[in-house]
Structure formats: structure tokens, C-alpha cells
């Protein structure tokens, strides 16, 4: 299977910062990464598809990049709703796998 | 509004069996593909098995196949994890999720918990 990797595990930051997540699968997955935010008791919400495409609703400070194997999150200015984990995931290559996630807490 | 809500999680002996449901709403559920994913501490998420629109292809996980059977009625916009021969490893809060190219939408979950 497609093994995805995160980077840094933790991001401690205060409000207002940037964000730079990292997402690295064992195989090139082309384009077809998304991202996911998950809050303490929730579901994950999906919030980029196809590697740099934003969900409906999803503000536009947060933005997705790469193709192949390196993907970012980047998050341009952090909110006080942002902090959470993040998760990326993979669809190309059967079974559909994500990965370990980066948790954003606050600083 | 799209909504999924799951239902059917507990506490459950070591092979016994256990069914979820997910309700869907807002949305034709008989236009998509479902997917049933879950998720422990330890390893994270985990997607499980899916099921196509009409239910003419269903695809598992290789720990859980054998063991579990997705199903679905498009009649009553509902979507099930069968699951039998539970293990201690099955316990996890389970997601429904519609399959949209990624994972649209998500349920709230339901917790499954595999213990003597």
C-alpha cells in the first residue's frame, strides 16, 4: 500500500503565523492528495481535494500544493479555529491511505 | 444539508458480531459510493471497505476481510458495516463517508469497542 508521511509531527504556533504542512507518499500518487482537518471529538472535514483544490466553505488561507510524492499545506495566517490536526490522503492507489497527521496546537 | 449519522456502535465480547448503519440525507446517496473508515489512536485512520452506487462492488481491507460485509439500501438512503468475529484490533470509531473523488462528507462516528 501507500505509505504517506507528515511532517513535523507537532507545529506549535501562535495566532496569526503561518502554517507549512508536509505530506510524502511512498509512490507517486499524481495529484490525487487531499487534506482533511480534524477537531478534538469531530469528524475529519475535508478541506483540499486534488492536491490544491479548496473544499466548498474552506476559507481561502488555506491552500495545497505538489503532485507526485511532496505535497504542503500551507495555512497563511492562522485563526484560533484552525488549530487541530491535519491529515492528507491518498486515493490513486488502492486501498486509500492516510497519513499519521500534524497536529497544530497553540503556542 | 448533507448528513451522515451512524448508529449501531457498543461494547461488544471478542467474537461477537456487530452492525452499523449510517443514514444519509440532503444528498441522491444512490449516486455515490460509500465508504466506511476507522480510526484509533494507535493507528491512526484506517479506511475499511467501500461499496459502489448500486451495490454491485464492495472492497475491504485485508484484516477485515472475511470478517465484515458492507451493504446498502438505496431505498432507505442507508449504508451498513457488517461486522462478525470481532477482535480486540476492530476497536475504533468507525465513519461513514461518501465517496466523492476524496472523502466529502463524514459522519459524526460511532464507537466500537472489542473487550471481555
Known amino acids: 500500500e501507500t505509505v504517506l508521511t507528515q511532517s513535523p509531527a507537532t507545529l506549535s504556533l501562535s495566532p496569526g503565523e503561518g502554517a507549512t504542512l508536509s505530506c510524502r507518499a511512498s509512490?507517486?500518487?499524481?495529484?490525487?492528495l487531499a487534506w482533511y482537518q480534524q477537531k478534538r471529538g469531530q469528524a475529519p472535514r475535508l478541506l483540499i481535494y486534488?492536491?490544491?483544490n479548496r473544499a466548498t466553505g474552506v476559507p481561502a488561507r488555506f491552500s495545497g500544493s505538489g503532485s507526485g510524492t511532496d505535497f504542503t499545506l500551507t495555512i497563511s495566517s492562522l485563526e484560533p479555529e484552525d488549530f487541530g490536526i491535519y491529515y492528507c490522503?491518498?486515493?490513486?492507489?488502492?486501498?486509500?491511505?492516510f497519513g499519521p497527521g500534524t497536529k497544530v496546537d497553540i503556542k | 444539508e448533507v448528513q451522515l449519522v451512524e448508529s449501531g456502535g457498543g461494547l461488544v465480547q471478542p467474537g461477537g458480531s456487530l452492525r452499523l448503519s449510517c443514514t444519509a440525507s440532503?444528498?441522491?446517496?444512490?449516486?455515490?459510493?460509500m465508504s466506511w473508515i476507522r480510526q484509533t489512536p494507535g493507528k491512526g485512520l484506517e479506511w475499511v471497505a467501500n461499496?459502489?452506487?448500486?451495490?454491485?462492488?464492495?472492497y475491504f481491507i485485508d484484516p477485515v476481510r472475511g470478517r465484515f460485509s458492507i451493504s446498502r439500501d438505496n431505498a432507505k438512503n442507508s449504508l451498513y458495516l457488517h461486522m462478525k468475529t470481532l477482535r480486540a484490533e476492530d476497536t475504533a470509531v468507525y465513519y461513514c463517508?461518501?465517496?466523492?473523488?476524496?472523502?466529502?462528507?463524514w459522519g459524526q462516528g460511532a464507537l466500537v469497542t472489542v473487550s471481555s
Open positions: 463517508a461518501r465517496e466523492n473523488g476524496p472523502f466529502d462528507y
Open positions: 440532503g444528498f441522491s446517496f444512490s449516486n455515490f459510493w
Open positions: 461499496i459502489k452506487e448500486d451495490g454491485s462492488q464492495k
Open positions: 509512490q507517486s500518487v499524481g495529484t490525487s
Open positions: 486534488d492536491a490544491s
Open positions: 490522503q491518498q486515493r490513486i492507489k488502492w486501498p486509500p491511505t
